[in-house]
């Protein structure tokens, strides 16, 4: 399996712009989690999926930031309009079992000017 | 916040030592886990231990879990210079167990 797949692996927008950032989990997993990690704030979850449902997005930090799940195997982030503070490593990672490990992927460094 | 706290926040070993990382949480939990964080990369899943578990062992990996105190403890034994990563505690809720809290991590570094 190539495990969790995200791209793109780094983007550098500027203010204002739209940004996406999509997600392929392992396939079989019916858990998608979505993290944001800073030196600042560490490792945050924005939102999580099951079954392609959004269960709790309490942790998106303003209406600026969206999640979907069209189906099992692909997930969006999106952010419009970006900022610089959203500059960070944006996480996906999927799960089989709920409360079980998590499977990370590699991340999508962004950078916004 | 349930958010897990490790401590300390660096330490550095020679290689062959072993390396013990400590995490204390707030709010009674059904899981814990470990994660290690290369540089630069994703987080790995190392070990979970079950509230209900107190002691687990995973090659070189040893994890402890005190529920009266909060509190767990990984230790490597025996550390090599790829042991050389961030380590993370993960905390559940126990009226939710899919919603993982991550601590600030731990950043060890093994001298060869």
């Known amino acids: 399996d190539a495990g969790v797949i995200q791209s793109p692996r780094h983007e550098v927008t500027e203010m204002g712009q739209e940004v996406t950032l999509r997600c392929k989990p392992i396939s079989g997993h019916n858990s998608l989690f979505w993290y944001r990690q800073t030196m600042m704030r560490g490792l945050e979850l924005l939102i999580y999926f099951n079954n392609n449902v959004p269960i709790d997005d309490s942790g998106m930090p303003e209406d600026r930031f969206s999640a979907k799940m069209p189906n099992a195997s692909f997930s969006t982030l999106k952010i419009q309009p970006s900022e610089p503070r959203d500059s960070a490593v944006y996480f996906c990672?999927?799960?089989?079992?709920?409360?079980?490990?998590?499977?990370f992927g590699p991340g999508t460094r962004l950078t916004v000017l | 916040s349930q958010q897990g706290e490790e401590d300390p926040q660096a330490l550095s070993i020679q290689e062959g030592e072993n390396a013990t990382m400590n995490c204390s949480y707030k709010t009674s939990i059904n899981n814990l886990q470990w994660y290690r964080q290369n540089s630069g990369r994703g987080l790995v899943h190392l070990i979970l231990?079950?509230?209900?578990?107190r002691e687990k062992h995973s090659g070189r990996l040893r994890v402890t879990l005190d529920t009266s105190k909060k509190s767990s403890s990984l230790l490597i034994t025996a550390s090599r210079a790829a042991d050389t990563a961030s380590y993370f505690c993960a905390t559940d809720a126990a009226d939710n167990f899919n919603k993982f809290y991550f601590g600030s991590g731990t950043k060890l570094n093994v001298k060869p």
């Open positions: 990672a999927s799960s089989f079992v709920q409360g079980n490990e998590q499977f």
């Open positions: 231990i079950r509230s209900n578990e």
